[in-house]
């Protein structure tokens, strides 16, 4: 304001003598130039960041600092990153800018597992700002911090426990089937990501909500549709998630969510009359509903010194976030999971191989069993474990891992103050990707999970390391492992002759999605 002011008084004094003769619109016109002039300077002095830190890192430009490629539509965030990981090979941390936000890239691994794991109290929120007692359905785990998300997390984690998953496993087992049906009775080639669609929402309905989605083979569905429409990929969205990454509380302020009010509240209103009707009926369940009904029957939690009410709607927030994540990243996991197995067939082979192998030392032959395989055997399919894995560590869903400071943090390696309210990046993609933990990267390999040499656990990200890591990762890893082998044990599966070798990531998706259609062929066995 003080240079807009300035820069106003010195045009006024130069033009002095002509003050008089101008008219209201030379006023604008100089008005509008000097604040041109002073955004410019300011995006200027935005991009001296780093430099002023003597931090190294790629040259920004002004606003787009160094995410054009995403409006290009040539690259995504995850590769942007991935790139300037593997650009400064010799640097323990790279300064770069998302737009006008100066941002720290972590590339050494002492320091982001001190980040990560050991001082995650400095950096325990990631983006967003959770509201629980203004805006409770938009305020979950991901987005909540400090004591909030210390209370939460420990209200939350006993859901997710061997047991409860065993519990479990027979819904997701059921949904396996009906999904093996869909596919016999689809002709070939598959749009994978669509019919992977259907299956994981009708795992997360079934198991988080009590819910039957609908007959898969239904063509017009509207759970199903509002659900892959819940956080669409696409301009608006990366828009949307620009806005609460670079200003959270005037996102809050706007009511710019993650996900549109009334996909929120279509939701909401799903799952609390499932609760309402466990709560008065005789329906009892083993699935998240039930474990949700048990959190509230706390009442309140203890967060410092006060207590927060646990009223439906806090444990509908949470619930719902876990629809999203149910919605969104398994079903892009799911897909990258089969497109391996398609594209490596040697893989798929030695994989079946195992299925069966243990389906009938265990269970008897499968086909006798109406392909039924145990919660039990699944536990014995250590090279499918390596496939999921793997495919995780060649395409993360979670390209990028995000810490928000919230508390100063001294870097000492390179001399750098870390300030509250800056935000840190690391590359999962980068990380994985990188020789020094992982031989031949490019390759994909589940072998090198099987073996005794294995890459070391902190630099594998699929799942993000420490207390925030994902609270879903068995639960999701169930549900994969479940299915891949049901379709192992059915189907030879092969990429459609359109299908490219090396699959493009979409660029405005904040999690790593194939920007094309992906054709498969899945011939019965
Ligand atoms: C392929 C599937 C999934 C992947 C790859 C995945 C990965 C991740 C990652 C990388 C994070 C952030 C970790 C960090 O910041 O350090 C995360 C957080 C989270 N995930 Fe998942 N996730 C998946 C599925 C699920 C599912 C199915 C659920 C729930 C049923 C779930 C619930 C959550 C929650 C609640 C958080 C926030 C945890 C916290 O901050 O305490 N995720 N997930």
Same mark, same amino acid.
């Given at each position: ?25 030379t ?21 001296? /960041? ?5 931090i ?14 995403? =409006? ?8 942007? =990153?991935?790139?300037?990981y593997q ?10 800018? /998302?737009f006008?936000?100066p941002?720290?890239? +972590? ?16 950096f ?43 519990n ?11 999904? +093996?049906?869909?596919l ?9 990501l669509? !019919? ?25 569905n509207? $759970? ?21 990454f ?11 969510? $993650?996900?549109?009010?009334e996909?929120? !509240? ?10 309402? /009707?466990?709560?008065?009926?005789d ?22 010194s006060t207590?927060?009410? +646990?009223?439906?709607?806090v ?11 149910? $919605? ?5 996991a ?33 086909k ?28 993360p ?7 928000r ?9 390179v001399?750098?103050?870390?300030s509250e ?5 690391v ?5 994985h /990707?990188?020789? !020094?933990y ?26 993000? +390391? ?33 299908v ?10 904040i ?7 992906? =054709?498969?062929? $899945?011939e019965?066995?």
């Amino acid at each position: 304001v003080t240079f807009l002011v300035h820069t106003l008084k010195s045009s006024i004094s130069v033009f002095s003598s002509d003050l008089a003769n101008m008219d209201f619109l030379t006023y604008i016109i100089l008005g509008l130039t000097a604040l041109l002039v002073y955004f410019w300077m300011k995006l200027l002095n935005i991009n001296r /960041h780093w430099e002023k830190h003597g931090i190294p890192g790629p040259k920004p430009l002004p606003f787009f600092g160094n995410m054009l490629p995403i =409006l290009l539509g040539s690259k995504s965030a995850g590769e942007i =990153l991935k790139e300037i990981y593997q650009s400064y090979p010799n640097e323990k941390v790279v300064g770069y800018y /998302h737009f006008i936000q100066p941002r720290l890239l +972590i590339r050494d691994r002492a320091i982001m597992e001190r980040i990560l794991v050991k001082d995650y109290h400095s950096f325990s929120s990631r983006l967003g700002e959770a509201d629980v007692e203004n805006d409770p359905l938009n305020s979950n785990l991901f987005n909540m911090h400090s004591e909030v998300w210390r209370a939460f997390r420990s209200l939350m984690t006993p859901m997710f426990t061997p047991e409860k998953l065993k519990n479990m496993y027979p819904l997701m087992d059921s949904v396996g089937d009906d999904f +093996i049906q869909l596919l016999k009775e689809s002709k070939d080639p598959v749009d994978l990501l669509q !019919n992977v669609n259907t299956f994981t929402i009708q795992v997360i309905s079934s198991t988080a909500l009590g819910i039957d989605a609908g007959p898969m083979d239904q063509k017009s569905n509207e $759970f199903r549709e509002r659900a892959i429409n819940y956080a669409p990929t696409g301009v608006k969205t990366f828009l949307k998630f620009g806005a609460i990454f670079l200003a959270p509380k005037l996102a809050q302020k706007f009511g710019i969510n $993650f996900t549109s009010k009334e996909t929120t !509240n279509y939701f909401s209103d799903a799952f609390k009359t499932v609760v309402n /009707h466990r709560k008065s009926g005789d329906v009892v369940r083993n699935d998240l509903v039930q474990q949700m009904i048990t959190i509230q029957q706390n009442k309140s939690v203890e967060i410092g010194s006060t207590q927060v009410q +646990i009223t439906d709607d806090v444990v509908a927030g949470q619930a719902l976030f876990l629809l999203f994540a149910g $919605f969104v990243t398994s079903p892009l996991a799911l897909t990258y999971m089969i497109y391996d197995l398609a594209a490596n067939p040697e893989v798929q082979e030695k994989a079946r191989d195992e299925v069966r192998r243990v389906t009938e030392a265990v269970d008897g032959k499968w086909k006798i069993n109406n392909g039924k395989i145990s919660y039990e055997t699944l536990k014995d399919m250590r090279y499918l474990e390596g496939i999921i894995k793997e495919s995780l560590r060649m395409s993360p869903t979670h390209p990028m891992i995000v810490r928000r400071c919230t508390r100063t943090y001294p870097i000492p390696e390179v001399s750098y103050t870390v300030s509250e309210g800056e935000n840190i990046m690391v590359s999962a993609l980068g990380i994985h /990707h990188d020789s !020094n933990y992982y031989s031949n990267p490019s390759q994909f390999s589940p072998e090198r999970w099987t073996g005794d040499d294995r890459p070391p656990s902190s630099c594998y990200l699929a799942w993000g +390391i420490g207390p925030k890591m994902c609270i879903g990762m068995r639960f999701a890893s169930l549900e994969f492992k479940s299915v891949l082998a049901k379709l192992l044990l059915n189907f030879k599966i092969s990429l459609h002759h359109s299908v490219k070798a090396q699959l493009k990531p979409a660029p405005f998706g904040i999690f790593t999605a194939p920007a094309h259609k992906i =054709l498969i062929n $899945f011939e019965k066995l």
